[in-house]
């Protein structure tokens, strides 16, 4: 079984190189649902974001309100520190723990983690090639104001709490340009597919 990190800034389409590979018949891990189970209702994860951050950040419902929670996080470099000190090593246990699981079954041959923050993390230590997914700024801001409403402001405060692709080429095995069409993409993934696993 070969595990494959995958990574690149937010709106690089990370999502749907994974769900790509997914319809190839690869198993998804996609961290940063499992950062949201982390800390749901119940949860030690959640007593402890909800104490470091105030009860301000718990929606009518009980979860974390991830909007009110990001607005803190991205706005001061020490309170993401904070979050990530909570949150990573959680994630990083239940992470190990799916990719154990997978192995023990023996059902799948391929597995791919979805992180955004896959190096920041140090996650590269659990799989096996980091794949990065890249694209040009402009597409980039193009795809975050149609998909998810984001202003250029609220882009670049995510993507300074990220590392830069130049940085994230130094670890990767494979670089895909993501800039064309869905096809494009499907395409590039099968011919690293068929070259690296």
Not at 5 to 21: E, M
Not at 26 to 40: G, P, S, W
Not at 43 to 60: L, R, Y
Not at 101 to 113: D, N, P, S, W
Request: glycine content about 8%; proline content about 4%.
């Amino acid at each position: 079984m070969k595990v494959i990190g995958l990574t690149g800034g937010i709106g690089s389409g990370k999502s749907a190189a994974a769900q790509i590979l997914a319809e190839m018949g690869a198993a998804v891990i996609d961290a940063d649902k499992v950062a949201h189970e982390v800390y749901a209702p119940g949860t030690t994860g959640w007593d402890a974001v909800v104490s470091t951050f105030g009860s301000d950040i718990v929606g009518p419902d009980g979860t974390i309100d991830r909007k009110k929670l990001a607005a803190i996080v991205f706005a001061e470099p020490q309170a993401r520190r904070r979050l990530e000190g909570i949150v990573h090593p959680l994630v990083t246990e239940e992470i190990r723990r799916r990719i154990d699981a997978f192995r023990c079954r023996g059902q799948v041959h391929l597995v791919v983690l979805e992180a955004a923050l896959l190096l920041e993390a140090g996650w590269q230590e659990l799989v096996d090639q980091v794949w990065l997914i890249t694209a040009p700024p402009e597409l980039v801001l193009q795809r975050l104001q149609r998909q998810r409403a984001m202003t250029p402001s609220e882009v670049e405060a995510r993507q300074r709490a990220q590392m830069n692709d130049a940085a994230r080429r130094a670890y990767a095995h494979v670089v895909i340009e993501n800039s064309g069409s869905l096809a494009q993409l499907r395409k590039q993934l099968e011919e690293a597919l068929a070259r690296d696993c």
